[in-house]
């Protein structure tokens, strides 16, 4: 059974307990530390340009503080990197991308604040900034040809398009039966469909931007993916792994129908450093200016227990898909679930997401 990922998938809206607002730190976390590459990044683009008018985009802004502390960050960069060039500095038109269903009201409202913040930092000496809200899948067009200078995407772009229509056969039942991503027991033709829905999707993204962007006009992307050419490892499949592991629990415990479980999948794929450049390389539009691996260091933030902490995250990106599938009622008891195996793992040993930052240049 295929879901509607465009209309069902949206990080959890608000500023509640399990909202994405309040459990966003390991990606606030992520940008901060890929932050020179960001403003390194548009010190290069005014080496080589010098717009009045800007165009810049966040794809898979999401809700909460992060998209509108990240526009702040480029805002200071580009202030910064005309400083020498401009006068005044160019004005700035800002696109924040999600899907339909993301929480953009939480974003719009914290606008005049953050106007008010900006200029108060800056004595009035504020450049002209334009921020819209752009509701669509970054998986085709969104914006005008030549419109933008900069895109930025922030763990957005391990999400597909779609759960991968070959892991169903005719009857609509999934292959990989009884886990819900690539593990161990899959047959091979699991992970080949997650790859190639991989290389559709990104293609059509690199393809689309292509368009939106200007001759010399620069992406950073941040996403997960994996060390080597092995899906099964200690890195992000193993988070998945585990949450399957809790869905087995439900099963067995008779709050989750086997059936249910065995026609849900999600639609996530982490690439390998190989499989991004083999991308690029054949979409041909981008020069890849730098492809960087890193890891983000346990986050233990006012004393929580780290399972709690990953729990509260993963629910916090998934719970719009799960609940959809199997219902509201699952969720506490499937991430008390998750949280507990969490913590037996990671006792054992460290297990650490790989995330790739990638600089790209339109040719």
Not at 285 to 310: H, T
Request: one cysteine or more.
């Amino acid at each position: 059974m295929q879901m509607d990922v465009e209309n069902v998938f949206h990080m959890t809206g608000g500023i509640g307990v399990t909202s994405y607002a309040k459990n966003s730190s390991l990606q606030k976390k992520a940008s901060d530390m890929v932050k020179h590459i960001t403003t390194g990044t548009i010190q290069e683009l005014f080496l080589a340009t010098t717009p009045k008018s800007i165009g810049i985009a966040d794809l898979g802004c999401s809700s909460g503080p992060n998209s509108l502390t990240t526009i702040k960050d480029i805002v200071d960069a580009v202030e910064k990197s005309s400083l020498n060039i401009l006068h005044p500095p160019p004005e700035l038109r800002v696109y924040l991308n999600d899907l339909p269903t993301n929480d953009f009201n939480s974003i719009f409202k914290a606008l005049p604040e953050f106007y008010r913040e900006l200029r108060k930092e800056k004595n009035g000496g504020c450049p002209s900034i334009f921020i819209g809200g752009y509701a669509g899948s970054f998986y085709g067009r969104l914006l005008p040809n030549n419109c933008l200078h900069f895109v930025y995407s922030s763990y957005s772009l391990h999400w597909l398009s779609r759960v991968p229509p070959a892991l169903y056969d005719e009857q609509g039942r999934s292959i990989n039966k009884g886990h819900i991503y690539i593990s161990q027991s899959s047959p091979p033709q699991v992970s080949q469909a997650y790859y190639k829905q991989f290389q559709e999707d990104f293609n059509l993204f690199l393809r689309s931007r292509s368009e939106e962007l200007v001759v010399g006009g620069r992406m950073v992307l941040i996403l997960l993916g994996r060390r080597g050419q092995d899906h099964v490892d200690r890195g992000n499949f193993f988070f998945w792994e585990l949450l399957s592991r809790s869905f087995s629990k439900l099963v067995s415990q008779g709050e989750v129908e086997e059936e249910k479980l065995d026609s849900y999948e999600v639609h996530f794929y982490a690439p390998s450093k190989n499989e991004i450049e083999e991308e690029v390389r054949k979409e041909g539009s981008f020069g890849l200016d730098r492809l960087e691996m890193f890891e983000i260091e346990r986050d233990q933030k006012d004393g929580e227990n780290y399972g709690k902490a990953v729990a509260r995250a993963v629910r916090a990106i998934q719970e719009s898909m799960i609940s959809h599938h199997f219902g509201e009622g699952i969720l506490d008891s499937l991430f008390d679930n998750y949280e507990r195996m969490v913590d037996e793992e990671t006792a054992k040993e460290e297990i650490k997401a790989v995330s790739f930052a990638i600089v790209l240049r339109k040719l």
